[in-house]
């Protein structure tokens, strides 16, 4: 990956390459999402599934919302579950109910019907979406690709939708590590193609999403799950930097970083000074704001993101976002306020 100068050079990069920034970086996980009327707007027009596979409509949404927000960075609009669609799996977004998959993988015998990808072209309306936002892009907007790690994937082919407790998950996991290690395997593979053919198509940042892997206890994660995750950030290319989120647990902080990544996300559980101290001072942290804040007052949501900001001192390295996706029914106005208040708040200007 070639990078322009207005990239390089941008307050994103500086803070993946931990270097002192005009004002700190912020962007919002699922920006591009319902809670926005443009996005609104297109998705009344189509299915969620229809919507990923029209690059030219995935690309309106990821421009639209890095336009109204003002952020320092857009998202591909696409999901973490498309993927399993090719490797096998029946895969349907049901109104109101989340994504289901109509044929999850029960028992250990199953695994053997989850194919690893050897290449990645029919996921190619996500690279024709990637190229049209590069091209409309602003020079100096970087755009993130990003995947479920494989553990979160996991979770959804044995579970076949969202969870409480990841019973059979788990149970597939202590029981049968040699059928657990070939499910990872094959989703590791598979996802590593996927996102060098987003950057060779033109992101210039990763973000790996494990989202439910925080019900792990951390000798779990350190045995099952970090030999995987590693495995995806290691077949980025060195250049591109990656963020890894994982949520829900602090105590997996150090692990997470030992899995990789160059920008560590925090969720809103750990305070923002203590989960970087977490983290160690090699790594780049981006969070936390709790997205719940967004459906109070101005002031109260200026405070608390002041008090983000405060808790990482002005130190490089830090990308601002919430904790976690925002919420669908949020006001969108509150987004748009906490973007600018970021701008005025953050690292470079006032501090205290
Ligand atoms: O951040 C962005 O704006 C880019 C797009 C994006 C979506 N999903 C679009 C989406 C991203 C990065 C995701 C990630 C994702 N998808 C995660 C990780 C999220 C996290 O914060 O940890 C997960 C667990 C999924 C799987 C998924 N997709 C679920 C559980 C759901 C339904 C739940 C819900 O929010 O309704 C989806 C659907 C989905 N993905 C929507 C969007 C905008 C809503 C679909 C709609 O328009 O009806």
């Known amino acids: 990956m070639t990078l322009t100068p207005e990239l390089r050079n941008s307050r994103f990069f500086k803070a993946c390459r931990q270097e002192p920034v005009d004002t700190t970086p912020v962007w919002i996980m699922r920006q591009a999402g319902r809670?926005?009327?443009?996005?609104?707007?297109?998705?009344?027009?189509?299915?969620?599934?229809?919507?990923?596979?029209?690059?030219q409509l995935a690309a309106e949404v990821t421009l639209t919302a890095q336009r109204v927000l003002g952020v320092d960075a857009a998202i591909l609009f696409a999901d973490l579950l498309p993927i399993l669609e090719p490797m096998g799996l029946n895969l349907e977004y049901a109104?109101?109910?989340?994504?289901?998959?109509?044929?999850?993988?029960?028992?250990?015998?199953?695994?053997?019907?989850?194919?690893?990808?050897?290449?990645?072209?029919?996921?190619?309306?996500?690279?024709?979406?990637?190229?049209?936002?590069?091209?409309?892009?602003?020079?100096n907007i970087p755009l993130i690709g990003f995947a479920g790690a494989p553990f979160t994937l996991a979770s959804y082919v044995i579970e076949g939708g969202?969870?409480?407790?990841?019973?059979?998950?788990?149970?597939?996991?202590?029981?049968?590590?040699?059928?657990?290690r070939t499910l990872m395997q094959r989703l590791a593979g598979s996802l590593g193609r996927y996102l060098q053919a987003q950057v060779a198509a033109?992101?210039?940042?990763?973000?790996?999403?494990?989202?439910?892997a925080g019900c792990l206890s951390p000798a779990?994660?350190?045995?099952?799950?970090?030999?995987?995750?590693?495995?995806?950030?290691?077949?980025v290319p060195p250049e591109v930097p990656v963020i890894n989120f994982l949520t829900g647990n602090p105590a997996l902080l150090p692990l997470c970083r030992d899995a990789g990544g160059d920008v560590i996300g925090l969720d809103w559980r750990v305070d923002l000074k203590t989960g970087w101290a977490a983290?160690?001072?090699?790594?780049?942290?981006?969070?936390?704001?709790?997205?719940?804040?967004?459906?109070?007052?101005?002031?109260?949501?200026?405070?608390?993101?002041?008090?983000?900001?405060?808790?990482?001192?002005?130190?490089?390295?830090?990308?601002?976002?919430?904790?976690?996706?925002?919420?669908?029914?949020?006001?969108?106005?509150?987004?748009?306020?906490?973007?600018?208040?970021?701008?005025e708040l953050g690292a470079g200007k006032t501090t205290a």
Request: charged share 20%.
């Open 279 to 343: 983290v160690g001072p090699t790594r780049g942290v981006q969070g936390n704001l709790d997205p719940i804040t967004l459906y109070a007052d101005l002031p109260t949501i200026r405070r608390r993101a002041n008090d983000v900001l405060l808790a990482a001192e002005g130190r490089p390295g830090h990308i601002f976002n919430l904790g976690h996706g925002v919420t669908p029914d949020v006001p969108h106005q509150n987004v748009k306020a906490l973007v600018q208040m970021v701008h």
């Open 95 to 139: 109104a109101g109910e989340g994504p289901v998959i109509h044929n999850p993988v029960k028992t250990a015998g199953e695994v053997d019907r989850v194919r690893e990808l050897e290449t990645v072209e029919s996921l190619s309306y996500v690279y024709d979406a990637v190229r049209i936002i590069r091209r409309e892009l602003p020079p």
């Open 162 to 180: 969202s969870s409480k407790n990841y019973i059979h998950t788990k149970t597939l996991m202590y029981t049968d590590p040699g059928a657990w």
């Open 220 to 235: 779990d994660y350190r045995e099952y799950v970090l030999p995987y995750t590693r495995q995806v950030i290691q077949s």
């Open 35 to 55: 809670y926005l009327p443009e996005y609104m707007a297109v998705r009344s027009k189509v299915k969620f599934i229809e919507l990923c596979k029209t690059p």
């Open 202 to 212: 033109g992101c210039q940042v990763i973000q790996l999403f494990d989202s439910w």
